[in-house]
Nanobody
Framework: QLQLVESGGGLVQPGGSLRLSCAAS????????MGWFRQAPGKEREGVSCISSFGGSITYADSVKGRFTISRDNAQNTLYLQMNSLKPEDTAVYYCVLLVPPDYWGQGTQVTVSS
């Protein structure tokens, strides 16, 4: 059974860092394009970063370029999002997504950036 479970969210001060994890089961994530999306209260869902199958291509939203890094550990079948220099506007629920129609979403993990 396909499953995506995010973890690593929490409360952090502006300028701080967090690393989100997405543990995948039921498939081998290195063979598929994966992404991180986020949704802040009252805002539309936003793509944060995507990585193609076998890591050949990586993209970032302009708002996170230079601060966030997507990666994956194929042995652990886990996708990561390293987030540095966090800003209050990064506050959102972050979702891990398997980018295969109809797209498969995890349950999300809350990230709150506040002093």
């Amino acid at each position: 059974q396909l499953q995506l479970v995010e973890s690593g969210g929490g409360l952090v001060q502006p300028g701080g860092s967090l690393r989100l994890s997405c543990a995948a089961s039921g498939f081998s994530l290195e063979h598929y394009a994966m992404g991180w999306f986020r949704q802040a209260p009252g805002k539309e869902r936003e793509g944060v970063s995507c990585i193609s199958s076998f890591g050949g291509s990586i993209t970032y939203a302009d708002s996170v370029k230079g601060r966030f890094t997507i990666s994956r550990d194929n042995a652990q079948n886990t996708l990561y999002l390293q987030m540095n220099s966090l800003k209050p506007e990064d506050t959102a629920v972050y979702y891990c997504v398997l980018l295969v129609p109809p797209d498969y979403w995890g349950q999300g993990t809350q990230v709150t950036v506040s002093s």
